[in-house]
Structures are given as structure tokens and as C-alpha cells.
């Protein structure tokens, strides 16, 4: 099963809940997927005129796609529920959390992508961060 994780993400914020959605992609962008030609990094996803886009995530060009071939940072479109929109939205406005894309995955022919609300961290919390992950390397060996 292919799947892109968003290292970067974990590393930038505190993650504090997670939504998964379907996303709209072109013929030649499912190929790329499948291939595992993605890249989450300095993507995020926006909310207007209430619906969710994924703004900078970037997938290959598809080498076979010749003239049909697809802009590698466009904004895609979301599939969610008016509902998930709405608390999302309110997430972003009420609360001033932002929302980054977590996970990539095939689930059942359908390309889907982990959303997750998150709080960005300070420097202080990153070098934390890298503590813990030392400490826990050093523990297992």
C-alpha cells in the first residue's frame, strides 16, 4: 500500500485532532500517485467560499502524460462535508490553529489525505522535540 507521510509536520506543530478527506486529482496525477511521486512538505490546506483546496502540494509530472499532462503545484480540491468544513473553518478563525496535510494513502482505489489542525511550535518546543526522538534512539540500542 502506498503512503507519504508529511515528516515535517510532527516535527513544526503540535498536531491536536486529524480528519481524513478524499481529494480531486486529474488522470495523470493518480498515476503519479500511485507511484509515489508526492511531496507534502510546503503544503496547506485553505478554506474559501466554503470549500477546503490543498495549496502546494506537489506531484510529478507524469512521464507517459505527454499534452494531458497536469501543473505540479496546483491547489486541489477537498472532499469534505459541510459540516467537517464548517469546524474546520472554525478551527482556523476561532481558535488560530492552522491546517497541514499529515498523510497521503490509497484506501480502497481512492486517493485520501490525512488533514490534521495544528499549532505551530516555538524553537524551545522543537529542541524538545529532538531530545525526546535522541533519548529514544539511544534507549533502544
Given amino acids: 500500500m502506498m503512503e507519504v507521510k508529511n515528516k515535517k509536520a510532527y516535527f513544526d506543530y503540535f498536531i491536536e485532532s486529524e480528519l481524513e478527506a478524499g481529494i480531486v486529482l486529474k488522470g495523470t496525477e493518480i498515476k503519479s500517485?500511485?507511484?509515489?511521486s508526492v511531496d507534502l512538505k510546503d503544503s496547506f490546506v485553505n478554506i474559501k467560499n466554503n470549500e477546503a483546496f490543498i495549496i502546494n502540494m506537489y506531484i510529478a509530472k507524469y512521464e507517459e502524460g505527454n499534452i494531458f499532462n497536469h501543473d505540479e503545484r496546483r491547489s486541489r480540491k477537498l472532499l469534505l462535508h459541510k459540516k467537517e468544513i464548517k469546524k474546520l473553518k472554525e478551527k482556523i478563525c476561532v481558535e488560530g490553529k492552522t491546517l497541514v496535510?499529515?498523510?497521503?494513502?490509497?484506501?480502497?482505489?481512492?486517493?485520501?489525505?490525512l488533514?490534521?489542525?495544528?499549532k505551530g511550535k516555538k524553537l524551545y518546543d522543537k529542541r524538545e522535540t529532538i531530545k525526546k526522538r535522541d533519548l529514544e534512539r539511544e534507549n533502544r540500542y
Fill in 33 to 36: 500517485v500511485r507511484k509515489g
Fill in 101 to 113: 496535510p499529515l498523510k497521503l494513502y490509497l484506501k480502497n482505489g481512492k486517493v485520501k489525505i
Fill in 115 to 118: 488533514i490534521g489542525a495544528a
